[in-house]
C-alpha cells in the first residue's frame, strides 16, 4: 500500500466511536465532512438530549442525503456512574432522591467520603436507575438504529473535584458541561460493583431493544467479560466437533455433502436457551446481540475469551489514533489488529471535536490498520465500512 495513495472516501468511512456534542459548536460542520457517518456517544446527563437533538437535525429525512451523518448513542459511562443511584436496592429513593444523596455517595465511593460532606455536597442530586433505564429506552425507540453506549467499566479513573459555584461561573462556554475541563483530581473512584450494576441493568436493556453495544473498558477487560458471561449463562451456542456433527447426522439418518469444513467446530444457536420477557410478554434475551470494545487497549489474549465461539453476542474491537497509536502502546495495538479476524475490526476518532480533524484522524487509523494487515487501501475501506454496518445493523 502506497502512503500516497489517494484515500477512497468514495466508499464510505464511519467513525465507530466520537462525541462531537462536547463542543457543541462544531456539530455544524459534521455536514461538510467526509466521513459518511458518525457513531455519536452519549456519557452523562449534560449530553443525552444533545445526541438526541444532533441527531434529528442531521437526519437524512431532512436532507439530500440518502444516509444518516450520526448514528445517536444512548448510554452512561462509567466516569459518571456515582451519579446513578440504584433504586433496585433502594426502593423508596426513587420518591426522593435528594434525601438519599448523602447515603449514596457515601456507599458508592472508595475510599468512603462520609467524613467529607462537602465534596458531598457540591456533587448532584444522584438519579434513580430504573429513570435512567426508562428514559434511555425511550430514547432508543425514537430512533431504531441507535446503539446503547457509551457504557463499561473503568478501574482507573478518579472523580474530578467538584465545580464550585466560581469554577461554574469562570468556565468556558464552549464545552458541554459535566466533563472534567482540568479540573484536578480527587482521590475518589466509583467502587467496581457500583460500576457493574449500572453496567449490567444497560447491557440488559440493549438486549430487550436487540441494540448494539459501544463498550468502555480501561484495565477491566476481565471484569466486562465477567458481566457479559454471567448475561449470556444458559443462552451460549452450541459448539459440536465434526465427530459430534456426524454422529448426530447418522442418528438423524440425514445424508448430506455440505459438510467439507474440515476438523473445525461447528457452532449452533441453542435451542434451549431461556428468553426473558418485556412488560407487553415479547421475549428477548437480556444481552446485546453486538459490542464493540471502543479503542481496545489490552492485548491479545483476552480477545480469544470474547470471541469464543459459544458466546451468543458477536464482539467488535475498535482502534483510534490518539489511544491505539501513541507511545508504547502502537507494538502492542500491531499485535491485537494482526490477530483479529478482519471482519471485527473497527475505527474511530474518539475526538470532541467534528469537523476536519476527525476526518484527518480517521484516515490515519484506517491506513495503518490497512498496513497493519497487509491490505490495498480501497479493500481494507470496505473491509472496515462493511464491519460497521454489520456492527450498527446486524
Known amino acids: 500500500m502506497s502512503e500516497g495513495e489517494p484515500f477512497p472516501w468514495d466508499i464510505g468511512v464511519h467513525d465507530a466511536h466520537c462525541h462531537p456534542t462536547d ?12 466521513a459518511t457517518t458518525l457513531t455519536i456517544m452519549a456519557t452523562r446527563g449534560e449530553d443525552q438530549d444533545l445526541v438526541q437533538q444532533t441527531a434529528v437535525s442531521l437526519s437524512a429525512k431532512e436532507s439530500q442525503s440518502t444516509t444518516d451523518r450520526v448514528v445517536p448513542c444512548f448510554g452512561w459511562h462509567p466516569w459518571f456512574s456515582h451519579q446513578i443511584l440504584d433504586d433496585t436496592a433502594q426502593p423508596t429513593a426513587t420518591q426522593n432522591p435528594a434525601e438519599h444523596k448523602s447515603a449514596h455517595y457515601t456507599t458508592v465511593l472508595t ?49 474530578p473535584s467538584p465545580w464550585t459555584p466560581a469554577d461554574t461561573d469562570n468556565r468556558g462556554d464552549q464545552l458541554t458541561p459535566g466533563s472534567r475541563e482540568g479540573r484536578r483530581l480527587s482521590n475518589y473512584r466509583v467502587k ?49 466437533s465434526r465427530r459430534k456433527r456426524d454422529k448426530q447426522r447418522d442418528a438423524e439418518g440425514a445424508v448430506s455433502d455440505d459438510d467439507d469444513d474440515d476438523d473445525e467446530d461447528k457452532t449452533l444457536d441453542s435451542s434451549q436457551s431461556t428468553k426473558a420477557s418485556d412488560s407487553n410478554g415479547k421475549s428477548y434475551r437480556p444481552f446485546p446481540p453486538r459490542i464493540c470494545m471502543h479503542s481496545y487497549t489490552g ?25 491505539n497509536f501513541s507511545g508504547t502502546a502502537e507494538k502492542k495495538v500491531g499485535d491485537v489488529i494482526k490477530a483479529l479476524p478482519e471482519d471485527r475490526i473497527l475505527i474511530e476518532s474518539d475526538l470532541h471535536v467534528a469537523g476536519a480533524q476527525m476526518d484527518e484522524l480517521l484516515e490515519d487509523v484506517a491506513r495503518q490498520v490497512c498496513q497493519l494487515r497487509g491490505w490495498e487501501l480501497r479493500h481494507g475501506v470496505q473491509v472496515l465500512a462493511d464491519n460497521w454496518r454489520r456492527f450498527v445493523f446486524g
Open 192 to 240: 467496581p460493583e457500583h460500576q457493574r450494576t449500572v453496567l449490567k441493568a444497560q447491557l440488559q436493556l440493549a438486549g430487550e431493544m436487540n441494540r448494539a453495544v459501544s463498550m468502555h473498558s480501561v484495565q477491566a477487560h476481565g471484569g466486562v467479560f465477567d458481566v457479559l458471561k454471567e448475561l449470556w449463562a444458559g443462552h451460549e451456542r452450541v459448539v459440536l
Open 111 to 159: 475510599p468512603s467520603a462520609a467524613d467529607d460532606q462537602p465534596f458531598i455536597d457540591l456533587l448532584p442530586i444522584p438519579k434513580p436507575l430504573s429513570e435512567l433505564i426508562s428514559e434511555t429506552r425511550n430514547r432508543l425507540k425514537q430512533f431504531p438504529n441507535a446503539l446503547v453506549g457509551e457504557v463499561g467499566l473503568d478501574r482507573s479513573f478518579r472523580l
Open 299 to 323: 492485548s491479545v489474549e483476552p480477545i480469544r475469551q470474547f470471541l469464543h465461539r459459544s458466546n451468543p453476542s458477536d464482539v467488535y474491537f475498535s482502534f483510534s489514533k490518539m489511544i
Open 23 to 34: 463542543t457543541l459548536a462544531s456539530v455544524a460542520d459534521i455536514p461538510r465532512m467526509k
